[in-house]
């Protein structure tokens, strides 16, 4: 119900702008959120957005460089992510949220999820 899209191949400093494609209209109604699976590590928190936008919670490691928005017309969840790092690379997951209020970073709170884009930063 949910699929990224975007991911690919960057150089460090460049820009990738992933999207998440609902095909649910229930689904865009909730808190969404986007997560990261980094090389050797689980599952971490990159940011999240409430049902319309009016709160936003990002991680520290992306604060400044990523930007998470939505176009609920469209169905669709969006992440701007410039001056990339090489430390950014990995699987970037896009997940809802059962609460339309929440803009939460815990993984757990979230029930529908995408199967995953690629993102590689190159040095």
């Known amino acids: 119900q949910l699929e990224e899209s975007g991911g690919g191949l960057v150089q460090a400093g460049g820009s990738l702008r992933l999207s998440c494609a609902a095909s649910?209209?229930?689904?865009?109604?909730?808190?969404m959120g986007w997560f990261r699976r980094l090389p050797g590590t689980e599952r971490e928190f990159v940011a999240a957005?409430?049902?319309?936008?009016?709160?936003?919670t990002y991680a520290d490691s992306t604060k400044g460089r990523f930007t998470i928005s939505r176009d609920n017309a469209k169905n669709t969840l969006y992440l701007e992510m410039n001056n990339l790092k090489p430390e950014d690379t990995g699987v970037y997951y896009c997940?809802?949220?059962?609460?339309?209020?929440?803009?939460?970073?815990?993984?757990?709170?979230?029930?529908?999820w995408g199967q995953g884009t690629q993102v590689t930063v190159s040095s």
């Open positions: 997940a809802a949220d059962q609460s339309p209020l929440r803009a939460s970073p815990r993984r757990e709170e979230y029930r529908y």
């Open positions: 649910s209209r229930t689904i865009i109604a909730y808190g």
């Open positions: 957005i409430s049902f319309n936008g009016g709160r936003t």
